[in-house]
């Protein structure tokens, strides 16, 4: 496979603020061998929020707002349907309270393309206070290299 595309999906609702500052983390990803589009689902946050959030919006990032809130799943599904119609080979889903490590993306690319039978990959979740290994929020399944 050449250069793997991959859209990063994040869900808002009622919350710019911390929307913006995931995408700001987002903006400082390294992006070694891949084309990374962002993706904002607003799932029916309320105008004002709204409005705020699409003044956060730039370079390759896009914005799609839903009438009403889907919860996270139909909120998923809006931007899934997005990543099969252009052909992205790598959907990331985010929520909207996540930071991420520069290196996170590159990471999981590499994990899940070495091993075809991979369908899922997800980074470490560690709390913002940076807790300890043992207090991570999910890890399931085989454990690559993490960043440190």
Not at 57 to 71: A, D, F
Not at 112 to 126: E, F, M, Q, T
């Amino acid at each position: 496979m050449g250069v793997a595309r991959v859209l990063v999906s994040v869900l808002n609702w009622n919350k710019a603020e911390l929307t913006s500052k995931c995408l700001d983390s987002l903006s400082k990803l390294d992006q070694d061998g891949l084309q990374v589009d962002v993706l904002v689902i607003d799932n029916g946050s309320e105008h004002a929020d709204y409005a705020a959030l699409a003044k956060c919006i730039s370079g390759n990032t896009k914005i799609v707002r839903l009438e009403k809130n889907l919860g996270f799943t139909g909120g998923q599904n809006a931007s899934l349907k997005i990543a099969i119609e252009k052909n992205y080979d790598y959907v990331w889903m985010l929520n909207n309270d996540a930071t991420v490590r520069t290196d996170t993306l590159v990471k999981l690319v590499e994990a899940i393309s070495a091993d075809h039978r991979c369908g899922a990959v997800s980074p470490v979740l560690i709390p913002e206070d940076g807790g300890k290994q043992d207090n991570a929020w999910c890890t399931t399944g085989r454990t690559v290299a993490a960043s440190g």
